[in-house]
Nanobody, 124 residues
Framework: QVQLVESGGDLVQAGGSLRLSCAAS????????MGWFRQAPGKEREFVAA????????NYADSVKGRFIISRDSAKNTMYLQMNRLKPEDTALYYC?????????????????WGQGTQVSVSS
């Protein structure tokens, strides 16, 4: 199985930027499609972005499209989420996740492996 560790979460002002990282270990990183999810207090976990094994294909939630960019570096076994023009409603615990094929519905129950999360807080 693959182990995932997120980092890069912080407190930032609205309009600012952050880059999250997800370091993978244990299995061949390029064998997994990856994704980012987030969970705000009192809300269910929601899809943010997904990227294919090769990195060629990606999908985004409408709420982040045009502001966030997902990418991966197989040489470093790491996935990234570049978050720009952050809004207070982006405040959440951000998780990375992995599965062995590209997701169909972008639901969290499609993913097999999860990290512990990194907190992103955006002040107004």
């Amino acid at each position: 199985q693959v182990q995932l560790v997120e980092s890069g979460g912080d407190l930032v002002q609205a309009g600012g930027s952050l880059r999250l990282s997800c370091a993978a270990s244990g299995r061949t990183f390029s064998n997994y499609a990856m994704g980012w999810f987030r969970q705000a207090p009192g809300k269910e976990r929601e899809f943010v972005a997904a990227i294919s094994m090769s990195g060629v294909r990606s999908n985004y939630a409408d709420s982040v499209k045009g502001r966030f960019i997902i990418s991966r570096d197989s040489a470093k076994n790491t996935m990234y989420l570049q978050m720009n023009r952050l809004k207070p409603e982006d405040t959440a615990l951000y998780y990375c996740a992995a599965r062995v094929s590209y997701p169909k519905r972008f639901d969290d129950d499609e993913y097999d492996y999860w990290g512990q999360g990194t907190q992103v807080s955006v002040s107004s």
